[in-house]
C-alpha cells in the first residue's frame, strides 16, 4: 500500500507524513507531494519518497500518482482560488484508479452558507460525482489559528474580534493530523464523512483565560461588532474585499459553525484532543 500526502511542505501535511511513520507505515511507502519540494528535504532525508506536486499543474499530480493507493488531498491554503486545483486532483485520481481518496474540508461544508466553506462545500461535491471511494474530514478550527492573537495579547493584554458569544471546539494540528493517518491506513472508513473537532467548546473569553495562562499575564476578550472589526482590519494594512473575508469568518463563529463536538476526533485517535492552552503553549514554542 502506498500513501500519497499532497500539501506535505505545509505544517498539516508534514504531522500527517510523521504520524504515517509514527503508526509504522514504511517510509518508502509514503509518497509527499508539494509544490516547493526543497520543503520536503527532512522527510527525504527520512526515507520519504518525494515529488513536486501542483495543485494547478496536472502532470505534476500525475506523475505523484503513480503507483499509488491512497491519497490524501489536503485543502489548498489560498481561498478563492483552490478549487480548480481540487479538481485537478481528483480527476488525476479517477484517472490513477486510486483505492481510497481522503479530503480534509471544513465543519458543516455542506449545510453551512459562509464564504470559508464555499470551496470546500464545491470539493465535497466533486467528489461525490467522481465515483472515487472517499473520505471527508471535516475539520474544526486549528489551535494553532490563534497564535497571532496571542502574540499580539502579550503586549496588549486583549483579544479582539466579532464572534460574540461564539463558540469553537478547536484542536491541535497533530490532532487532526493523527485522525488523517488513521482513517489512511485502516479500512472501514470510505463512505464516512467525519465532523471532527476538539474535545472542548470554548468561548473567546475562555480563550483569552487559556492566553492569559500561557503568558503569565491577563489578557481579556474585546467584543468588537462586525463593523469595528472590519475597520480594525483595514487600519492594520488590508484591502477592503480581504478585511470582509476575515470579518465573516467571525461572523460563521458567531452563528455557530465550529461549536460542536460531539468526541469523534478523540475516538479516532484514541486519546482526548490537545487542550486549547497546551497547544498555544507548543505552537509558541
Known sequence: MTILVTGAGGHLGHLVVDALLARGVAASDIVAGARTIAKLDDLHGRGVRTAHLDYDDPA???AALEGVDRVLLISASEPGT??????????????????????????????????????HKQTEEALAASGLPTVILRND??????????????????IAASVGDGRVAAASRRDYAEAAAVVLTEDGHIGQVYELAGDASLTYDDL????????????AYVRLTHDEYVAG???????????EFVASM???????????????LSRLIGRPTTPVAEGLRAALA
Request: charged share 20%; glycine share 12%.
Open 60 to 62: 505534476t499530480i500525475a
Open 82 to 119: 483552490r478549487y480548480a486545483g481540487h479538481k485537478n486532483v481528483i480527476d488525476a485520481a479517477v484517472q490513477a484508479g486510486v483505492a481510497q481518496f481522503v479530503y480534509t474540508s471544513v465543519s458543516k461544508a455542506t449545510s453551512f452558507d459562509w464564504p470559508l466553506g464555499a470551496e
Open 141 to 158: 478550527w486549528y489551535t494553532e489559528n490563534y497564535v497571532g492573537d496571542v502574540q499580539r495579547a502579550a503586549e496588549s493584554g486583549v
Open 208 to 219: 483569552a483565560a487559556a492566553a492569559a495562562e500561557v503568558l503569565g499575564r491577563d489578557v
Open 233 to 243: 482590519l483595514q487600519s492594520a494594512g488590508l484591502d477592503a474585499g480581504t478585511a
Open 250 to 264: 467571525d461572523d460563521g463563529i458567531r452563528a455557530g459553525v465550529l461549536a460542536d463536538t460531539d468526541g469523534t
